[in-house]
């Protein structure tokens, strides 16, 4: 019988070939199918500057991404996303993936920024100019840190980490076997961002006593600028030098509300956008005042120009210049009347000036005043940074507030830039009663140098704080803040308050050759979907093929098969 039944699956399978794929691959594939992929996590990531200055490209020109996890220490990262962290980066890592030839940069960054130890903090800030020197065409993204993130990168480091210490066979069946990430990015390619308008805001306080007055002019720029624009709150560059100059129109309307305190200055206060890319829009706002129009208090009488960035911390002041004040002129007058008020009020501060000539040649201006330089008008920054060089003027550490267990011990500094209310009170106290001497001419009055116009309670510190908030509570890089924008309305709303006139000013690119170009695409959400590596594709394909074909020969031999089988398992024959 079994003979029989030999026979006809022989004949059968001989003479129907297709017949035995119909049987065995149908339960090949139902056996050995993978599992589909899964999401294995679903994260907001923010994309490195894409932006175009004076005809020069800068930061990463790609957006997408769609490859494979790796980590640094992986021997080839060629078409992979490199994946790190900010306390493990560094330049040479960095630079590492791009001369592969990476397929994306994606670098981890804590929840609590100001909580990194300083040397990281102070490290990162000062690759951040260097990551944007050049361009390059792998993606660069910046993602905020939580639980299941970090277990994607302990997975992927591992899996990276254990393939240098293999031999070459033992590599192969790691790789084959473990389980990768592949990420993915859900948005489209960058393009050019067209009719971006950068906005800028100003309104005036009118002296009284005549027409033809002098001016004093009070300027802070609102953007911000770092690494990555949707994670740049400038707190102290420049959330404080905008708080402190909201603050000045609040305490010089007071002033100029009542006859005895009215003076003989007009006060014009400025917001200027686009500080951050050369200082565009206080570019416009020059030639929109001395270059199209006839009547601008800017041609009349001005006295000086007052820049504020960077205030917000220290206890150092410097008045930055690019040409030194003239004895008996009123930019001299006010250099006297703030090292009057520290030397005699505040004697913890430490008051200097700075000297810098402009540097036309420069791509970009160091300093504000810079702008008014150039059209010979009488202008100073002042800081609490000693050198424009300074890397928290640009740079996503500058956040608000700083966590104490960040410190290294006692007395020393905190780990990044932010913003001691208390030190940009009494900065803004310094500054206020330095114009209120010099608009009242107090000095040449014989009034003594402790004699105070504002009282500590004028200054709100709580106000001061309250702005701050609000401006750190989300970014403001230029290619973020359109016209419509919050940030411009509120700002508009707070000066509308306490000055006249105040009115918007824009800015957009020229079309034929435009001075800065922004681009989309700077937020994106990421996928990290759980893989088995293309080699495992691989060798599946080669175990699959084996199987069939040992199938396929044992089908084609059916009748030798059986019969060696049966000659092996039948009981031998006892001898008497």
Known sequence: MFEE????????????????????????????????????????????????????????RNAILNTEARTVEAEVLSRRCVIMRLADFSYDKYQKALRQSAGAVVIILPKNMSAMPQDIVQQFMELEPEMLATETIVPVYFAEEDEELLSIYTQTLTSSSSQGSLSAAEVLLHTATANGFQMVTSGAQSKAISDWAITSLEGRLTGVGGEDLPTIVVVAHYDTFGVAPWLSYGADSNGS????????????????????????????????????????????????????????????????????????????????????????????????????????????????????????????????????????LPAFTLSHL????????????????????????????????????????????????ALARVIYNLTEKGASGDLQIFTEQMVQEEHLSAVVDWLTAQPRAAQLVDKDSSVVSTLEYQLSRYLKDVKRHYVKADKRDPEFVFYDQLKQTMNAYRVKPAIFDLLLALCIAAYLGMMYLAIQNFGLLYSIVRRITQPKAKVH
């Open 241 to 376: 030098g905008v708080s402190m100059l909201l603050e000045l129109t609040r305490l010089f309307s007071k002033l100029y509300t009542y006859k005895r305190t009215h003076a003989a200055y007009n006060l014009l206060f400025f917001v200027s956008g686009g500080g951050k890319f050369n200082y565009q829009g206080t570019k416009r706002w020059l030639e929109d005042n001395l270059d199209h129009t006839d009547s601008s208090l800017l041609q009349d009488n001005v006295a000086f120009v007052l820049c504020l960035d960077t205030l917000g911390n220290g206890d150092s002041l410097y008045l930055h210049v690019s040409k030194p004040p003239k004895e008996g002129t009123p930019q001299y007058s006010l250099l006297k009347e703030l090292e009057t008020v520290v030397t005699s009020q505040h004697p913890e501060v430490k008051f200097s000036m700075v000297h810098k000539k402009i540097n036309l040649a420069d791509d970009m201006l160091a300093w504000e005043h810079e702008r008014f330089g150039i059209r010979r």
């Open 5 to 60: 039944a030999s026979e006809v699956f022989d004949n059968m399978f001989k003479s129907s070939f297709p017949l035995t794929f119909i049987v065995f691959i149908p339960a090949v594939l139902i056996l050995v199918s993978p599992l589909p992929a899964e999401a294995a996590h679903e994260f907001t990531v923010y994309r490195m500057q894409q932006y175009d200055l004076q005809g020069q490209p800068y930061g990463t």
């Open 386 to 433: 000693p050198s424009h060089r300074s890397a928290q003027r640009s740079s996503i550490m500058d956040v608000r507030s700083v966590s104490p267990s960040s410190r290294h011990g006692a007395g020393e500094p905190p780990a990044g830039p932010h913003v001691d209310v208390s030190k940009l009170s009494r900065n803004t106290k310094v500054v206020a009663e």
